[in-house]
T-cell receptor, first 115, second 117 residues
Framework: DAGVIQSPRHEVTEMGQEVTLRCKPI?????LFWYRQTMMRGLELLIY????????DSGMPEDRFSAKMPNASFSTLKIQPSEPRDSAVYFC?????????????FGDGTRLSIL | AQKITQTQPGMFVQEKEAVTLDCTYD???????LFWYKQPSSGEMIFLIY??????QNATEGRYSLNFQKARKSANLVISASQLGDSAMYFC??????????????FGTGTQLKVEL
């Protein structure tokens, strides 16, 4: 079975540019999560969706960040305009509902560098 | 609020030896669960093992086991017979149950494990 698929794997862009990160969750999963990982702050939950609906975006750092899930198989995280402090690894994860031991399955991440 | 603490930023272990990675937690929720993930240098996050607060026995998955001490609020990961491929960052995470199923995770800061010959 295909896992969570993220694209691109690496992104290098200049400050001020728009950045779009993409995620395809595991088919049948109800939840989708976006995380950011940095050395200083570790793994932070940015936003999560349940059945394509954003439930909690309290982790989104600023209005420059936005996330959408137009259908069950696709989500985007957009940063506009990007800043050097946005440089990080961004992970998408998905999980199914049901029993409490359901793990979140992570994609390979997008390593973002803002110059 | 939930809190996860991993006090060992780095650990070394010799190949074929066992190693324990510490994780302590704090929560007021009587029903909770703890996950361990492995992050190798390639960057992906790999689920290893889960322990629920009401589970009667400590969780085991192959060479991984959890030393779960509820009264001490600790859920330490034990890796037996360490292999070079075990060198990675290890994260402990606590779940918060979401309405309608699913889990929201709070992660610790991680422990970098290095397995040596």
């Amino acid at each position: 079975d295909a896992g969570v698929i993220q694209s691109p794997r690496h992104e290098v862009t200049e400050m001020g540019q728009e950045v779009t990160l993409r995620c395809k969750p595991i088919s049948g999963h109800d939840y989708l999560f976006w995380y950011r990982q940095t050395m200083m702050r570790g793994l932070e939950l940015l936003i999560y969706f349940n059945n394509n609906v954003p439930i909690d975006d309290s982790g989104m750092p600023e209005d420059r960040f936005s996330a959408k899930m137009p259908n069950a198989s696709f989500s985007t995280l957009k940063i506009q305009p990007s800043e050097p402090r946005d440089s990080a690894v961004y992970f998408c994860a998905s999980s199914s509902r049901g029993v409490s031991n359901q793990p979140q399955h992570f994609g390979d991440g997008t390593r973002l560098s803002i110059l | 609020a939930q809190k996860i603490t991993q006090t060992q930023p780095g650990m070394f272990v010799q190949e074929k030896e066992a190693v324990t990675l510490d994780c302590t937690y704090d929560t007021s929720d009587p029903s909770y669960g703890l996950f361990w993930y492995k992050q190798p240098s390639s960057g992906e996050m790999i689920f290893l093992i889960y322990q629920g607060s009401y589970d009667q026995q400590n969780a085991t998955e192959g060479r991984y086991s959890l030393n779960f001490q509820k009264a001490r609020k600790s859920a330490n990961l034990v890796i037996s017979a360490s292999q070079l491929g075990d060198s990675a960052m290890y994260f402990c995470a606590m779940r918060e149950a979401l309405t309608g199923g699913g889990n929201k995770l709070t992660f610790g800061t991680g422990t970098q494990l290095k397995v040596e010959l």
